[in-house]
């Protein structure tokens, strides 16, 4: 079954301490994102890649870093999180845009995290 | 600022009647796409319409798309309580780069 899985689900942790949410797609996309979602705001991208080794910042980069080092894996790491931070985070993929645009993403199913 | 902007932010109607939520982005495109997420779960792609396409079909989802006024509308017929669930819109701006920007989305409502 194709999946984007993420963990963990859910977190509750404090100002400062570093963390990673891990994100891994069993379909072969080059392309993965990561995404944070606030009431009202809908989808903000944080970073995306296009290929192992390959990142590139979104709208809203800062405070976040993201490392590519295999195809399946694009893990979203906050080196000191602050209370901003808090927020629904989604990883996606999709194959390679082309030049008739982006590919539709597969999205996992979200890690909700409370930064206090 | 967010590329894509939905209209309106929420809508609800009775089971059977259709529903229409529209799009407006700020950059030419090379394709607009409809997402739907499901309280609080990951989105799932609906339909996706390339710049030179106007319109397009999928079940009982239909796509439009007017790239002159920068605009995409999405119309759900015949909606059932299973379509409760909220919209997005996602595009692709061509100004370089890869990013995918998302509207905060309509929060569709069908009562039973």
């Known amino acids: 079954e194709a999946q984007v899985t993420q963990n963990p689900r859910y977190l509750i942790t404090v100002t400062g301490k570093k963390l990673t949410v891990t994100c891994s797609q069993n379909?072969?996309?080059?392309?993965m994102s990561w995404y944070r979602q606030d009431p009202g705001l809908g989808l903000r991208q944080i970073y995306y890649?296009?290929?192992?080794?390959?990142?590139d910042k979104g709208d809203v980069p800062e405070g976040y870093k993201v490392s590519r080092k295999e195809k399946r894996n694009f893990p979203l790491i906050l080196e000191s999180p602050s209370p901003n931070q808090t927020s629904l985070y989604f990883c996606?993929?999709?194959?390679?845009?082309?030049?008739?645009?982006?590919?539709?993403?597969?999205f996992g199913d979200g890690t909700r995290l409370s930064i206090l | 600022s967010q590329q894509g902007e939905e209209d309106p932010q929420a809508l609800s109607i009775q089971e059977g009647e259709n529903a229409t939520m529209n799009c407006s982005y700020k950059?030419?495109?090379?394709?607009l796409q409809w997402y739907r997420q499901n309280s609080g779960r990951g989105l799932v792609h609906l339909i996706l319409i390339r710049s030179n396409e106007r319109e397009k079909h999928s079940g009982r989802l239909r796509v439009t798309l007017d790239t002159s006024k920068k605009s995409s509308s999405l119309l759900i017929t015949a909606s059932r309580a299973a379509d409760t669930a909220s919209y997005f819109c996602a595009t692709a701006p061509n100004t370089g780069g890869f990013k995918t920007i998302f509207g905060a989305g309509t929060r569709l409502f069908v009562k039973a």
């Open positions: 379909m072969n996309h080059e392309y």
């Open positions: 996606a993929s999709s194959a390679l845009p082309d030049r008739g645009g982006a590919q539709p993403q597969h």
């Open positions: 950059t030419s495109i090379n394709n």
């Open positions: 890649s296009m290929n192992v080794e390959v990142t």
